[in-house]
């Protein structure tokens, strides 16, 4: 007894200073580090205390998040925002008290509330798109998931998505890396991307795969098809996925080889102008009959104009030599039924990613407050709109977004952000380095662990249903019927703080 209390005296009296010496001794091996590495000019002028900016830099991003930045501040989507996604997910009330606390800028909306407000209760409008395919798609639901690649996002992230997207009855996007078994099977309607790479649909030199595309169109889950040109935060740019994302999974999937990169070119090798494009979306319904869609950030709107005026062109070309009117009308139109795209995605420059270069998601393309009106108004100059169905996408997430985007002239909405922030996301911006906290863009399993797909489909469907709830009350609000009706004339745009037009004046 007596040797073992004797034992722990001596550890004890000697201990502090061991430590003692290990702390400084430490400090001096970081210090002779520090001094002599020639990599940190911080770390080499101010020894030790200079490798707490690293840390405190890291933390900055927490602690603006969390304790310094305003309701209405963070970027690229504010607490406000955020929160309101959160609370719809959450099945928490959305209602707020005491005032606004938006400040008015200039380009933003307000709606333009009626003095007879709607109060019945309408069958939600049917919206078809791709009439003249052997399969058309329709559906009531106007906001839905937007492209986000099995590889950019993770396996549980997927599952919940489509089982979530299931539930409310809205689409699923792929996005570029094919369709995953869970897209496949989970019973949701897919729209199946093909990006320039034609992952899941490609031969072995790139081209596409009319084979393996008719096996993915025979799903009867999958009801459209869309052709990537461009997306928002990296128009220009194929897709990217770090090496560290690319699993033995994934890679088969695409096609490719594991732990490698995976960068799809920046265009379609099929499509070199724009009477290539109507082409390959001829193609594309043709072996696929089902409707057939194209995505793209506009950068130049005579870029655009041209690409529209291209398929009039050749409507009349094909209708030039006929004399009798009716005949005539019937050549053009036949040629706009057969090479039109079905839907056209217009995604805003402020979009999101997964992973794009600083220069692109900061400075290229425009952002849909300014693309929206303008390929809107020139889908209705063409005698277009009927025929081309609109889709929006590039930061709306919030009711406020959405039917903003319906009165610019938008006849569906998708959001990839939007469903992420359902499915918990911190808005960490680690979406490119595998090391999600939230489980979703990262293939970490210790990371996925969190991601509960049950529990969290059951979020990505109650923000969906929200938010149509939430979009019928403006609707109402302005004295129309349903969402699918609000237009021009429901809704004003700020000009400057003081004034507000109405959005047909401001948007002519
Ligand atoms: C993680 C992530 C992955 C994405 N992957 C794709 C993709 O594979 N194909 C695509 O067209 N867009 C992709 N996008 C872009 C979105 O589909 C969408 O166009 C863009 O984020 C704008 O919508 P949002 O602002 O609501 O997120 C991705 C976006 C994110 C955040």
Not at 122 to 127: L, V
Not at 141 to 169: D, N, T
Not at 289 to 311: A, D, H, S
Not at 436 to 464: E, F, M, W
Request: with cysteine; proline share 5%; net charge neutral.
């Amino acid at each position: 007894m007596g040797i073992v209390t004797g034992f722990f005296d001596f550890i004890l009296s000697y201990l502090p200073g061991v430590i003692l010496l290990v702390f400084v001794s430490g400090l001096i091996l970081l210090y002779v580090s520090d001094r002599h590495q020639v990599d940190h000019t911080i770390r080499r002028n101010y020894p030790v205390v200079g490798r707490l900016r690293y840390k405190f830099e890291e933390m900055g991003v927490f602690f603006r998040q969390y304790f310094f930045a305003q309701d209405r501040e963070e970027m690229p989507f504010n607490r406000a925002d955020r929160t309101w996604v959160y609370q719809a997910a959450k099945q928490e009330s959305t209602l707020q008290a005491f005032g606004s606390t938006r400040l008015q800028h200039e380009g933003d909306v307000l709606f333009a509330n009626s003095v007879f407000p709607y109060t019945g209760n309408e069958e939600p409008q049917q919206q078809v798109f791709g009439p003249y395919c052997p399969n058309p798609y329709s559906t009531d639901k106007i906001f839905h998931i937007s492209g986000m690649s099995f590889g950019a996002i993770s396996k549980p992230a997927v599952k919940a998505l489509v089982a979530g997207a299931r539930e409310a009855g809205v689409w699923i996007n792929t996005g570029e890396g094919g369709a995953s078994t869970e897209h496949l099977q989970g019973g949701a309607d897919v729209v199946y991307q093909i990006g320039t790479a034609k992952y899941g649909v490609r031969n072995a030199d790139g081209s596409l795969s009319d084979e393996k595309l008719k096996i993915v169109a025979d799903n009867n889950n999958v009801k459209m098809f869309e052709i990537k040109l461009s997306q928002g935060a990296k128009p220009g740019k194929g897709g990217i996925l770090p090496a560290d994302k690319v699993t033995a999974e994934i890679a088969a999937q695409r096609g490719i080889p594991e732990g490698k990169a995976s960068i799809s070119p920046p265009t379609h090798q099929e499509i070199q102008c724009f009477d290539d494009l109507y082409s390959f979306i001829r193609h594309v319904r043709l072996v696929t009959e089902k409707p057939v869609g194209i995505k793209l950030c506009v950068g130049n709107i005579g870029e655009f104009r041209e690409m529209l005026t291209t398929l009039i062109n050749r409507a009349s070309a094909a209708s030039a030599d006929i004399s009798e009117s009716d005949a005539k009308q019937k050549a053009f139109d036949d040629v706009i039924k057969a090479f039109a795209p079905d839907f056209i995605t217009l995604d805003g420059g402020n979009g999101g990613t997964g992973a794009a270069p600083m220069s692109l998601i900061d400075a290229a393309g425009m952002n849909l407050q300014e693309s929206l009106p303008l390929v809107s108004n020139l889908l209705t100059e063409l005698n277009l709109k009927d025929r081309i169905k609109l889709v929006a996408s590039g930061k709306l997430i919030t009711p406020v977004d959405v039917a903003w985007a319906l009165c610019a002239g938008a006849d569906a909405v998708t959001t990839a952000r939007g469903f992420m922030f359902s499915l918990g996301c911190i808005q960490a911006l680690q979406c490119h380095k595998n090391s999600c906290p939230t489980g979703i863009t990262t293939h970490d399993k210790r990371l996925q662990a969190g991601l509960d797909p049950i529990n969290k489909s059951v979020r990505v469907a109650a923000y969906a249903n929200e938010m149509h709830k939430e979009l019928e009350t403006i609707a109402k609000s302005c004295g129309v019927s349903s969402p699918a009706k609000l237009s021009r004339k429901n809704a004003l745009i700020y000009t400057s703080n003081q004034h507000a037009k109405p959005m047909q004046e401001v948007y002519k």
